[in-house]
């Protein structure tokens, strides 16, 4: 089938149509977490959005393979191993389990595959082989190194020139290396630490071979979307490029997708401040589909802010459309239908959440003033066929009702609603005042997920409810 679908690709710098090597059949893989502790929103960030992305996918296409690794071997593990006087295993199972409980709170499904490093040794072995084969790779001192100048297209994906990288990139300058730039494939580990028999010695692998051998593995060589946080692009993604295409001279991956920073009442998260928010204590402050709501409510390729107020709006803001379902449940619904095409739509066009959220709000307008059984049968299953793509409105009313109730005082929750929107219509007035209009975009793609639309008028602008299509 043609793909409908369309994407920012960081590679050209552009949206462009996904064109899978299978028409029928879509590759997708995500690095996931390295498990040495809880998850914080910063994780659950890309989690959330490449669920959403998933699931669209599988909205057209007939098979989607998405895969999700963990990272269980690396040295923070290792430290906190040592620190607890276990084996790593006993580190990465607990916080692996902790992961699960924690995205299936959110509303995230389970990948199809979720590869671990340390079951894929062999693999990385041969991969790694192969590279020195090809002359991509060389051994020094018991470590195996890639070759940044053997692959002339390094540079790439990050827009970087090899000349410019090392500043302020995560390379380590060894004495063995042959240029700055090469990096770590095999590491020696002494007795104290994790390691695997290999042809050079007793080691463990590098950081950036783990993904593509897993890659390797169960998708193949080639791979249609690759995707995860922006923090990744370099070095992380540009290395697995270098690996891939060298070692089996094929494109390596056709679609690279990247999720923005979180930051927590506009700074960034860090130990040192103490504003780590791990998803568990947030899951104390509301349930798990309003944080992930909040975590939508910006789109994907946008920095966002977690406050508060986000959090009280999701809230809020999932009270409405349940108690409208909720009004609508003592109709039968009908059998199983489909999606809204407009918020298809917008979620096709480079997962705009923000548009489809609006196109949600609209379908709840319509299903509060509906006037037949009818109307409000068809409309409440379009609503929660329509949310099923986002991960939203997807249990009982009652039930949903019950966990919101103890997060939100309906009032004071009004109020706060209400200046938030207001103050946000202010910073979007300001940004366009300054010229800054991607931020000024960005605000009002917020303002639409709210389920408010703007109209700029000769007064100034102010804000209509989204009771119609705005797409």
């Known amino acids: 089938m043609t793909s409908i679908i369309q994407l920012h690709n960081t590679l050209t710098r552009r949206k462009e149509p996904l064109t899978p090597q299978d028409p029928d059949r879509v590759t997708l893989y995500v690095c996931g977490p390295t498990v040495y502790n809880y998850a914080h929103i910063g994780n659950a960030r890309p989690a959330i959005v490449f ?36 084996p790593i295993s006993a580190i990465t199972g ?67 020139r090899p000349q410019d ?156 459309f349940y108690r409208s379902l909720q009004q609508a449940c003592a109709v039968a619904l009908p059998s199983p239908v489909g999606p809204d095409p407009q918020v298809l739509a917008a979620l096709n066009n480079d997962l705009g959440v923000a548009k489809a959220l609006a196109r949600l709000h609209a379908l709840r307008a319509a299903l509060d003033n509906a006037t037949s059984a009818h109307s409000r049968s068809q409309l409440a299953a379009r609503l929660v066929a329509s949310a099923r793509l986002l991960g939203l409105l997807q249990q009982a009313p009652e039930q949903a009702l019950t966990q919101l109730a103890p997060h939100t005082e309906y009032d004071s929750a009004t109020h706060r609603h209400r200046q938030y929107l207001e103050a946000t219509l202010l910073a979007r007035e300001r940004a366009r005042r300054a010229g800054d209009y991607a931020t000024a975009d960005a605000l009002r793609a917020e303002l639409l997920a709210a389920g408010f639309g703007i109209e700029d008028t000769a007064q100034g602008a102010r804000l209509r409810p989204c009771a119609r299509s705005v797409i």
Not at 63 to 76: C, E, G, H, P
Not at 130 to 144: D, F, K, M, N
Not at 181 to 204: E, I, Q, T, Y
Request: hydrophobic share 40%.
């Open 51 to 86: 669920d959403v992305l998933a699931r669209v996918l599988r909205q057209g296409y007939g098979q989607v393979v998405y895969a999700r690794n963990f990272t269980d071997v690396d040295d923070k593990i290792n430290a906190a191993a040592h620190a607890c006087g276990l």
């Open 165 to 320: 990288m090392l500043a302020g990139a995560r390379v380590e300058v060894a004495p063995y290396k042959r240029d700055p730039l090469d990096f770590v494939l095999w590491k020696p580990s002494p007795a104290s630490m994790p390691g695997w028999g290999s042809p050079w010695g007793r080691g463990r692998p590098g950081w950036h071979v783990e993904c593509s051998a897993m890659i390797g593995r169960h998708l193949g060589h080639t791979i249609d979307i690759h995707g995860g946080g922006q923090d990744l692009i370099f070095p992380h993604h540009e290395n697995e490029i270098a690996q891939g295409t060298c070692a089996h001279g094929a494109l390596y991956c056709g679609m690279w997708v990247h999720n923005s920073f979180v930051t927590v009442d506009g700074q960034k998260m860090s130990k040192s401040l103490g504003n780590v928010l791990l998803v568990r204590d947030l899951l104390k402050q509301a349930p798990g589909e309003a944080i992930r709501l909040a975590l939508l409510s910006t789109h994907y390729r946008r920095p966002l802010d977690w406050n508060a107020h986000r959090l009280q709006m999701a809230v809020q803001t999932l009270t409405n």
């Open 94 to 160: 607990r916080y692996i389990e902790a992961y699960h409980d924690d995205m299936r709170a959110l509303g995230v499904a389970a990948p199809d595959l979720e590869p671990r490093v340390t079951d894929h040794i062999p693999d990385i072995i041969e991969l790694v082989e192969t590279l020195i084969e090809r002359g991509h790779a060389y051994v020094a001192q018991g470590h195996v190194l890639f070759h940044v100048p053997s692959y002339a297209a390094y540079g790439q994906l990050s827009g970087r």
